[in-house]
């Protein structure tokens, strides 16, 4: 049986909870809420939440780093060590601004593309080559900087496009699980959400 890691990126904190950048979080959350698991709160610094249970097959790790952003690496690093688990076997939920809202898209590996998250996890795993489930945002409106983007809430025209996006983001989860990254990359990466 694999041992695998699922993390969700967000910022700790009411203050960032339904921003875009949390979205790896909610992603995290419903699967939790799912599989009827409770999250475990690690207070010793590198602070992160985690969950595990056997689901489809294999051992499976929730995890969400309750460091700010651009220290996500620490608990995913202090966790992966731990219980041994390989970079190819860590999956990676976050926000992408690149991607369409109503989106997502599964990677196998690849540079950090400006996400301050990706980057302190390639940093502390010292690789690139673990797989990424990204959850499209959109990009930002003309004169909207996109730090202040991604700390933005959904609107409520989005939120019902939002909402089905991280069930098919659980559905895709499912599917790395079960089958890897190439089996999600190919069942997954075409869906639109339409707009609801």
Known sequence: MKKILVTGLGNPGRKYKETRHN????????????????????????????ADAHLWGQKVF???PMEYMNRS??????????????????????DDVDVRLGRLKFVRSGGHGGHNGIRSIIERLGTRNFPRLKIGIGRPPENVPADKYVLSRFSTEE????????????RGIEEFVKNGIDSAMNKFNGIEVAPS
């Open 62 to 64: 929730l995890l969400k």
């Open 159 to 170: 939120l019902g496009t939002v909402r089905e996006v991280v069930e098919l983001a659980v």
């Open 73 to 94: 690496g620490g608990p995913v690093e202090r966790v992966a060590s731990y219980y041994e688990i390989m970079p190819e076997d860590i999956l990676v939920v976050h």
């Open 23 to 50: 979205i790896g979080f909610w992603v995290v959350d419903r699967l939790a809420e799912q599989a009827s698991l409770a999250f475990k709160e690690e207070r010793v610094p590198p602070k992160y939440q985690i």
